[in-house]
């Protein structure tokens, strides 16, 4: 935990990334379908992509750039 204190104090831009694991519910936070839930269904290769599936009037399976979406927690 000093560590931490530490890290904070120095002024060192720390940037902190969500994970994002299979069946994860998400929010997309940028875009046209900002506001939009949806569930996680897999990732290419290197994390940078999401595959998510909208539920609503029909299904769709969207890709996703990570930096578009944001886990919810209820």
């Known amino acids: 935990m000093e560590d931490f204190k530490l890290i904070c104090e120095s002024g060192v831009n720390c940037i902190i990334e969500e994970t994002f694991e299979t069946g994860d519910r ?15 269904i897999s ?12 539920e609503g009037i029909a299904t769709f399976k969207l890709t996703i750039p990570v930096d578009m979406l944001s886990k919810t927690y209820n």
């Open 43 to 54: 990732s290419n290769k290197d994390n940078s992509k999401m595959l998510v599936r909208l």
């Open 26 to 40: 998400v929010l997309i936070i940028d875009g046209c379908l900002k506001g939009v839930e949806g569930e996680l």
